[in-house]
């Protein structure tokens, strides 16, 4: 089945502890990045990788850092979670950026940082 | 850069009207423009799309129109249903060739169908 996987869905942690968000796709797309949705704001993009090895700021990128090492796998970090990164979080993919074609979301994980 | 605004925030409806949300934004180059559904608890999932060489595209129930000159889209609904009750997001694609892989997403409209 085609689908985008996040891990975990929940998460409670404490301000200042490291923490990995993963995701994996097994569509082999080339475009995959990272949604925070707060409540009035909508889907604010983090960060998007158009591939393996190519990584860009979206709108909100402060706070967080993201690889892609492999063209599966897209993880977020955030190095020192602070309370105002308390949101849900998406990570979606999609075949190509460039044609912009529909984005596939994982199923989201909530976060809050006391 | 891009901005997409999105109105109403919140919408009822009796079940069988119609329902419209309407987007605009402000990049004249933008050339994508996606409409995604928010269940509660689930997912975005993508429901309609237009690019900036059609006017119009139509769904079954669902339809979307591209005023480019006026720099907005609507997404119209007929016939609802309660299982059209969910959160409705527009997104644009800036068309700036610097930024063109970004994806912008308006704030969301609840549409809430009373049967």
């Known amino acids: 089945e085609a689908q985008v996987t996040q891990n975990p869905r929940y998460l409670i942690t404490v301000t200042g502890k490291k923490l990995t968000v993963t995701c994996s796709q097994n569509?082999?797309?080339?475009?995959m990045s990272w949604y925070r949705q707060d409540p009035g704001l909508g889907l604010r993009q983090i960060y998007y990788?158009?591939?393996?090895?190519?990584?860009d700021k979206g709108d909100v990128p402060e706070g967080y850092k993201v690889s892609r090492k492999e063209k599966r796998n897209f993880p977020l970090i955030l190095e020192s979670p602070s309370p105002n990164q308390t949101s849900l979080y998406f990570c979606?993919?999609?075949?190509?950026?460039?044609?912009?074609?529909?984005?596939?979301f994982g199923q989201g994980t909530r976060l809050t940082v006391v | 850069g891009e901005n997409v605004e999105q109105h109403p925030s919140t919408l009822s409806v009796q079940e069988g009207d119609s329902a419209v949300i309407k987007c605009t934004y402000s990049?004249?180059?933008?050339?994508?423009f996606p409409w995604y559904k928010q269940e509660l608890g689930k997912r975005p999932q993508l429901i309609i799309d237009?690019?900036?060489?059609?006017g119009e595209k139509k769904d079954q129930r669902i339809a979307v129109t591209l005023n480019k000159t006026a720099k907005h889209f609507s997404l119209h609904i007929t016939e609802t249903q309660p299982e059209d009750s969910a959160v409705y997001f527009c997104?644009?694609?800036?068309?700036?060739?610097?930024?063109?892989?970004?994806?912008?997403f308006g704030p969301g409209t609840s549409l809430s169908v009373i049967p």
């Open positions: 990049d004249s180059a933008s050339n994508y």
């Open positions: 979606a993919s999609s075949l190509s950026g460039t044609l912009n074609t529909e984005a596939f």
């Open positions: 569509m082999n797309h080339e475009y």
């Open positions: 997104a644009a694609t800036p068309g700036e060739k610097t930024s063109y892989d970004k994806v912008i």
């Open positions: 237009i690019r900036s060489n059609v």
């Open positions: 990788s158009m591939n393996v090895e190519v990584t």
